[in-house]
C-alpha cells in the first residue's frame, strides 16, 4: 500500500490547453524530471458511470485511471473526484465542439505551403536521340540542341521548385509513345518537348509551339489540372496544352525577340498521346544560316531554356488563379 501523500494546498489550476485536459492527456506525456505527482488514491466504492472498473489491489479504478498510472502519470487525488474533472471533460468536449466550428480561413497567406498544393511535376522531352539525329544542317545535329536546352530547362525548373522529369538525359532512342507514357504514369504533370526546326528552303525563320487539338482517347477520363489538386472537374473546355503552348510561345518570342510562328494545334504524336496540358517547342531552324549560329551558342540556348521556363511559370500561375476564382464562383 502507498503512502498517502500530504494533500495539496490549492486545488490544481485548470489547465490553459486542450491537450492538457484529462481527454487528451495520455496523447502528451509530460516532460520528464518533473516531480512525481502523487499517486492517485481513489475512495472505496466510489463509481464511475458508463466506465469499466477494474479491481485493483486495494482499490476500484476506472480503467482510465488504471492506463494512466501505469504509465507513471499518476493524477493528484483530488483530481479523481467526478466533481473536478466531470466539468473540465464539459469545457474540453466544448471547446473541441467550438474549434470545429470555426470555419477555416481562405486568405493567400493562409494556404498550406505544399501539402495539398504541391507544383505539378515537369516533363522534359528532348526531341530526337540515339539514331534519330533530327534536322541537321552547319554542322548542327538537332538532338544535341534538344537535350542541351532541355537540361538547362531542367535546372530553371527546379529553381522555380517545380518537380522535373526527363525522357532522356543523354544520347539514346525513345519510340514516341514511350515519351509521351512517361509522362502518363504521372498524376499532375505538364509536358514540353524541345524540337528544332528544318524547312525545304533554308530560309524559314522564328518559333513555333504546337499543341494537339485532340488528345488521343484514354480508357479512364483522364488529367485534368484543377483535379490534381482538389479532385473537382476541369473548367470547360479543358485546357488540352493551347493556352499551355501560348504561354510558352509568348515567353519565347517575348524574351528573345525571335520571329512569331505562333502557338498552332498539330496533332503530333507526343502532344495527343499525352494526358496532362503538352507542347512542342520549335525553336528556330536549324538550315536557317542565320539561326544556326545562333542556336550553336550556349547563352542563346540558356535563353531560350529560360524563355521556356518563365511560360511553364505564368501558365501554371494563371491556371492556379482561375481554379481559385472558379472555387469562390461555386460558393
Ligand atoms: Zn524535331
Known sequence: MDPIPPAPKRRPRPPRRIEDLPLFASKRP??????????????????????????????????????????????????????????IMSLAMLLAGVWMLIPPRTEESDLPPESDRTLPTVVIDAGHGGQDSGAMAHGLREKDLTLDTALRLEKHLRAQGFPVVLTRRDDRYLELFDRAHIANRIPRALFVSIHFNDSTTGSGDGVETFYAQQKAAFSDDGWTFAGLIQGKSEPVPMDQGASFAASIQASIVGELGVTDRGAKPRQLAVVRLT????????GGFINNPAEARKLASPEYREKLATAVCDGVVVYYQEREMMRRNQELAGR
Open 275 to 282: 494526358r496532362c496540358p503538352a507542347a512542342l517547342v520549335e
Open 30 to 87: 509530460r516532460p520528464a524530471g518533473n516531480a512525481k505527482p502523487p499517486v492517485a488514491k481513489v475512495p472505496n466504492r466510489v463509481t464511475f458511470p458508463d466506465k469499466k472498473v477494474i479491481k485493483h489491489s486495494d482499490m476500484d479504478v476506472p480503467e482510465d485511471l488504471e492506463t494512466q498510472q501505469s504509465r507513471k502519470q499518476p493524477l493528484p487525488r483530488s483530481w479523481a473526484s467526478p466533481s473536478v474533472w466531470l466539468p
